[in-house]
């Protein structure tokens, strides 16, 4: 009889512990009649008129605050109510209070957008390397210092821009990368003027300056900023968007500029260097079906004249396929570039290509990310305009550790051979990153 | 002996009863589905879950020429933000984070995402801002917005993709 009832003890221990398991809330309900209102309908009834009471009692606050701001002008120091006490409101850390707009009480009946309302971002990186190569010097550096600069002037126009410190031997270079306004027809058709990262490939247009958006320390050497093998950057009017295409999710940029002046590697700020226009035209796709694919290619056309008198046409072709996810990530971009000189109708094709795959790890809170590259590059000897540009094979092994949400730290083992019959050079390289 | 294990068996068959009629009481509050709510005269009704992750990415920024799309997301620790970082997502948060800065810093957009701190703003900035559009508990959608169907389902649909 005893163990009858030990069973039946462990009956509703049992019972009682799945009980215990569910919320609060479903503890307590009975099943309502049918008509009747649930238990469970009239607690959520209970608690909204809880917040509806606690929103009238802000109001309230807020229309002292305001009677009495009458009376005193508030300063500019003056921060806005904070929300009502009893509205759940998680306290924004510094990591919520990046990239996004906080949404009080206070604003809600005030929601009309405010123009122009400017946001600044800040990004820096510094830097350690050593190599193997005779004559180099291992040691420090400061990176680029880059400022970017976003302000929606209108519900449908809005500018960007961004500005670069780096460091030389006796000055800061200060240098302006992008400066953008565009006009937002619809998702269609979105035009801009101004200065850009040519919409060559994938690296070029998505990356820009700062060092902690990309996951390893250097850009790949056919996109470096100061290289020619491409024109990083674009001065004129593009226009980009989406291409009704269902779940193929294409999209577009087409631009005309200035392309390259007399120093192949900067753009024609201050005015073309010949009376050809340069384009450009660029398509991607983005299927639906998986998410984080895209796939794109383009074309640029320019004339070069790098010396009054010497003209050069250029085509350059382009194809990138990137899964731009990090478990894993994948980033694969191809370019040839075609020069023909206009005197001799002589012509030099250049190609490049860079493979990089990455993979956040799981463990250890998804910090680390290991990454692998290989990038070639091969120039005929005798092109006469990519004087700058060297043969390549080399190869990056390297981990990026996110410190926080906003800085990374970076090292990376290269081995790398520059020219023709070169001997191979190994290299170590740190860098920490961070946004601001 | 026999009269025992014909107890224990009884007991045994009971617990088991008990445990399957309150596994889904328990397991209710986590199923909830969330709503994809937006103002009422947004000129969409049904969305395909890869429409509304475009349209969450900033890739798709306006319902109509005149329209524009604005964003709205529960703050961190908000079941809503889990589900959206889950399924819409499909990035942690840190990865969030960076997806726009990266996204503002490409020229791509303009803004963020608007962050609220409960469903009771989200909702009262739903009705008030043309175009805006949330993730809502269902339980907690209020009349004045209106709820989207996605993949042609209802919250409490079967088969609904937000829960």
Redesign the interface.
């Given at each position: 009889m005893g163990?009858?009832w030990l069973?039946?003890l462990?009956?509703t221990l049992?019972?009682s512990a799945?009980?215990a398991?569910?919320?609060p809330?479903?503890q307590s309900p009975p099943p309502a009649a049918p008509g009747e209102p649930s238990v469970q309908s009239l607690l959520?009834r209970i608690q909204q008129l809880e917040?509806r009471i606690n929103?009238l009692e802000e109001r309230d606050r807020q229309r002292e605050a305001a009677q009495a701001s009458i009376a005193a002008p508030p300063s500019p120091a003056e921060t806005p109510a904070a929300?009502a006490a009893a509205?759940?409101?998680?306290t924004?850390g510094p990591?919520?209070m990046?990239?996004?707009?906080?949404?009080?009480?206070g604003e809600?009946?005030d929601?009309e957008r405010r123009f122009p309302?400017l946001?600044i971002?800040g990004f820096g990186d510094v830097d350690f390397s050593a190599t193997d190569q005779k004559g180099s010097i291992s040691g420090f550096n400061l990176g680029q210092l880059v400022l970017?600069l976003?302000?929606?002037l209108s519900?449908?126009v809005?500018y960007?821009g961004?500005v670069s410190f780096t460091a030389q031997p006796n000055a800061y270079d200060l240098s302006v990368e992008?400066t953008?306004i565009?006009y937002?027809?619809?998702?269609y058709f979105k035009l801009?003027f101004g200065k850009y990262h040519t919409p060559i490939g994938y690296w070029n247009?998505?990356f820009?300056h700062?060092a902690w958006?990309q996951t390893t320390i250097a850009r790949p050497e056919m996109v470096q900023f100061g290289g020619t093998f491409i024109p990083v950057h674009f001065v004129g009017l593009q226009a980009e968007g989406?291409i009704p295409s269902g779940?193929l999710?294409l999209g577009y940029n087409v631009g005309v500029g200035n392309g390259r002046s007399s120093f192949l590697s900067k753009a024609g700020d201050s005015g073309d260097s010949n009376d050809n226009r340069a384009w450009v035209a660029n398509v991607y796709a983005?299927p639906?079906?998986f998410?984080?694919l895209q796939v794109g290619a383009s074309v640029y056309r320019d004339k070069l004249t790098p010396q009054p008198g010497q003209n050069f046409g250029e085509w350059i072709t382009a194809a990138d396929l990137v899964w731009a996810?990090?478990k894993p990530e994948f980033l694969a971009e191809y370019a040839n570039v075609h020069h023909r000189d206009e005197a001799t109708a002589n012509t030099w094709d250049s190609q490049a290509f860079y493979v990089q795959l990455a993979y956040r790890l799981p463990w250890w809170q998804?910090k680390w990310k290991p990454y692998y590259r290989f990038e070639y590059i091969h120039k005929p000897e005798d092109d006469p305009t990519l004087l700058n540009v060297l043969d390549l094979s080399g190869s990056t092994l390297g981990v990026r550790y996110?410190i926080t949400?906003?800085a990374a730290f970076k090292g990376e083992y290269r081995n790398t051979r520059h020219g023709v019959d070169q001997p191979r050079v190994n290299g170590a390289f740190f860098q920490t990153s961070f946004?601001f | 002996m026999t009269a025992h294990w014909k107890f224990a068996s009884r007991v045994f068959a009971l617990s088991c009863l008990c445990l399957a009629l309150l596994s889904p009481l328990a397991a209710q509050r986590h199923d909830v589905d969330i709503a994809v709510v937006v103002h009422p005269d947004t000129p969409v009704s049904n969305l395909s879950l890869s429409d509304v992750r475009k349209v969450f990415l900033g890739d798709r920024q306006y319902w109509s020429t005149n329209v524009p799309v604005v964003l709205l997301i529960r703050a961190p620790v908000a079941r809503e933000r889990d589900v959206v970082l889950k399924i819409i997502y499909q990035m942690s948060e840190s990865q969030f984070k960076q997806y726009w800065i990266a996204k503002i810093f490409r020229a791509e957009a303009a803004t963020a995402p608007k962050v609220v701190y409960s469903n009771d703003i989200a909702n009262q900035l739903i009705t008030a801002i043309p175009g805006a559009i949330a993730f809502v508990d269902s339980k907690d959608v209020r009349p004045g917005t209106k709820v989207l169907r996605v993949d042609g389902r209802l919250p409490g649909e079967p088969g609904y993709p937000l829960r």
């Open positions: 163990s009858r069973l039946l462990l009956f049992t019972t799945l009980l398991q569910s919320p809330q479903s959520d917040n929103q929300p509205i759940p409101a998680p924004p990591a919520a990046h990239g996004e707009d906080h949404v009080s009480m809600i009946r929601t309302s946001q971002r970017h976003a302000s929606p519900e449908k809005s960007f961004e992008r953008i565009r937002d027809y619809n998702d801009s247009a998505t820009h700062g958006l989406n779940g999710g983005r639906s079906r998410y984080g996810k990090e998804s996110d949400n906003y946004t | -």
